[in-house]
């Protein structure tokens, strides 16, 4: 597939950019700083709950912080960089090691 700027693109994988040599290589992803300081109430929330409880199931918190699953899947990635199904692994694996 290529894209309007005739370069090569497939959906899900980053950019590429032609380097001198011609040799094609990915160009990183660039993410936006966040400030941890100012996290949303319901991520403190949810990534406490997940700190005490890694085994809860998404629907149970989601629903004790009254927002979907989805919304909770989405606002704590945007928060974290990661879905709170990883952020609930990675504190099993703390426990476990």
Not at 19 to 33: I, Y
Not at 57 to 77: C, F, M
Request: glycine share 8%; proline share 10%.
């Amino acid at each position: 597939m290529v894209n309007e700027s005739g370069q090569p693109s497939l959906p899900g994988l980053p950019p590429v950019e032609e380097l001198s040599t011609g040799e094609v290589r990915p160009r990183p992803a660039v993410r936006p700083a966040r400030d941890t300081g100012t996290l949303d109430p319901r991520v403190r929330r949810a990534l406490a709950t997940l700190d005490d409880d890694p085994d809860l199931s998404l629907v149970t918190l989601a629903n004790a912080l009254g927002i979907t699953r989805a919304t909770l899947i989405r606002i704590v990635r945007e928060a974290i960089g990661m879905s709170p199904k990883e952020y609930a692994a990675g504190v099993r694996a703390r426990r476990s090691s």
